[in-house]
């Protein structure tokens, strides 16, 4: 039988997501050399180092079976946040997260409603559960609040607001944020995904915690892959209602988070110097590439993330390719339907000044 009849309707004309290059995948066509990736927005100066020695003191016990709820983790981060523990669940990094949320809600002709572009994968897991996924464009690089309002019908179940937004790391204002929840039905749950949350500069900016105890549906999604840099270990938190939380351990994985990932995420989330070095040289990284990009002339959407998304008025597939000569690894906008720009992490200092040197060798 062919497997147009054997697969879930619909699943074979699901766009697989495509993830930034991987170190691995460039040595095979460029061979061995050291590659600077500023692809996949990970934190460049690693992850902290009371997370490296947890990992090496669990690892005697890699044999048995981690703690399916991650109460331990749980209970950390109920504390941090100060809210019961009933309204935090961890799963294997927040894409498995948003799949959940995907399976928990989400049925079929159902509407969910996001901005384009925004992150791929929010499609994905709509198509999947045979939803109907509705795009509103950005305006100006940001998510058009009012024009996703206009979208909003009964069929609608979910709205993703990724903030800040990835590509673009730009964010929605405060005021038109709460403006948007004051007229948003209650039948429609609010998916905020503040994975690059740590990073914004911008005062008045939405915080999800700060809506964790109003009535509106709303999920607040988050991960140890990018500030925490635990991007290798897959773990991801959501935040939100009791009754929404009961609704993603109904479709939970069994063991979604293996030994090592747990007791690494706890050790993380106590280092906070290691927390507060790994924004500030964003902060840092970003005012240092703002001006060396003003210098040579190339326009950039001001971000809030730890990455810039840059026009460099030149098919950003050939750009990509001359980066690669020059030992660096970024990723090409085509994927967003912005042919000529690129997205490019903020590493550290030295990673920025050796960019800033490749692209000047690149424009000339």
Same mark, same amino acid.
């Given at each position: 039988?062919?497997?147009?009849?054997?697969?879930?309707?619909?699943?074979?004309?699901?766009?697989s997501y495509v993830?930034?290059?991987?170190?691995?995948?460039?040595?095979?066509?460029?061979?061995?050399?050291?590659?600077?990736?500023?692809?996949?927005?990970?934190?460049?100066?690693?992850?902290?180092?009371?997370?490296?020695?947890?990992?090496?003191?669990?690892?005697?016990?890699?044999?048995?079976?981690?703690?399916?709820?991650c109460t331990i983790?749980?209970?950390?981060?109920?504390?941090?946040?100060?809210?019961?523990?009933?309204?935090?669940?961890?799963?294997?990094?927040?894409?498995?997260?948003?799949?959940?949320?995907?399976?928990? %809600?989400?049925?079929?002709?159902?509407?969910?409603?996001?901005?384009?572009?925004?992150?791929?994968?929010?499609?994905?897991?709509?198509?999947?559960?045979?939803?109907?996924?509705?795009?509103?464009?950005?305006?100006?690089?940001? !998510?058009?609040?009012?024009?996703?309002?206009?979208?909003?019908?009964?069929?609608?179940?979910?709205?993703?607001?990724?903030?800040?937004?990835?590509?673009?790391?730009?964010?929605?204002? /405060?005021?038109?944020?709460?403006?948007?929840?004051?007229?948003?039905?209650?039948?429609?749950?609010?998916?905020?995904?503040?994975?690059?949350?740590? %990073?914004?500069?911008?005062?008045?900016?939405?915080?999800?915690?700060?809506? /964790?105890?109003?009535?509106?549906?709303?999920?607040?999604?988050?991960? %140890?892959?990018?500030?925490?840099?635990?991007?290798?270990?897959?773990?991801?938190?959501?935040?939100?209602?009791?009754? /929404?939380?009961?609704? /993603?351990?109904?479709?939970?994985?069994?063991?979604?988070? !293996?030994?090592?990932?747990?007791?690494?995420?706890?050790?993380?989330?106590?280092?906070?110097?290691?927390?507060?070095?790994?924004?500030?040289?964003?902060?840092?990284?970003?005012?240092?590439?703002?001006?060396?990009?003003?210098?040579?002339?190339?326009?950039?959407?001001?971000?809030?993330?730890?990455f810039i998304f840059?026009? %460099?008025?030149?098919?950003?597939?050939?750009?990509?390719?001359?980066?690669?000569?020059?030992?660096?690894?970024?990723?090409?906008?085509?994927?967003?339907?912005?042919?000529?720009?690129?997205?490019?992490?903020?590493?550290?200092?030295?990673?920025?000044?050796?960019?800033?040197?490749?692209?000047?060798?690149?424009?000339?």
């Open positions: 039988m062919k497997i147009e009849k054997l697969a879930r309707k619909g699943i074979l004309k699901i766009a993830p930034g290059k991987s170190i691995e995948e460039v040595q095979k066509e460029f061979g061995p050399k050291r590659w600077m990736k500023l692809a996949s927005n990970e934190n460049l100066l690693g992850p902290s180092p009371k997370a490296k020695a947890a990992i090496r003191n669990e690892l005697p016990n890699i044999h048995l079976y981690p703690e399916g709820p983790l749980r209970k950390a981060m109920a504390k941090k946040f100060a809210i019961p523990e009933e309204m935090v669940v961890i799963s294997n990094g927040a894409d498995n997260l948003i799949l959940m949320i995907a399976n928990a %809600f989400v049925n079929e002709g159902d509407e969910v409603l996001m901005a384009d572009p925004t992150f791929s994968v929010y499609v994905n897991v709509t198509q999947i559960m045979g939803g109907m996924p509705v795009k509103v464009k950005l305006k100006g690089f940001k !998510h058009d609040l009012e024009g996703m309002l206009k979208k909003v019908n009964r069929k609608t179940k979910l709205v993703f607001i990724c903030n800040p937004n990835n590509p673009t790391g730009t964010t929605v204002s /405060l005021e038109s944020f709460n403006a948007f929840l004051s007229k948003l039905p209650k039948h429609v749950i609010i998916i905020l995904d503040e994975a690059y949350g740590d %990073f914004v500069e911008e005062a008045f900016s939405p915080n999800g915690l700060d809506y /964790l105890n109003a009535k509106d549906p709303m999920i607040i999604l988050r991960t %140890f892959s990018k500030v925490y840099g635990l991007a290798g270990l897959r773990i991801g938190y959501a935040l939100g209602r009791e009754d /929404l939380v009961r609704c /993603l351990y109904q479709v939970r994985d069994p063991f979604p988070v !293996h030994r090592l990932a747990q007791v690494a995420a706890v050790a993380a989330l106590n280092d906070e110097d290691h927390v507060i070095q790994s924004i500030q040289f964003i902060y840092e990284g970003r005012r240092y590439l703002y001006k060396e990009l003003d210098k040579i002339g190339l326009f950039y959407v001001p971000s809030q993330a730890n840059i026009d %460099f008025k030149k098919n950003s597939e050939e750009v990509f390719q001359a980066f690669l000569r020059e030992g660096i690894i970024v990723r090409p906008g085509k994927v967003w339907g912005f042919p000529t720009f690129a997205r490019v992490t903020i590493g550290r200092k030295e990673d920025n000044q050796k960019f800033i040197k490749a692209l000047k060798k690149i424009v000339k």
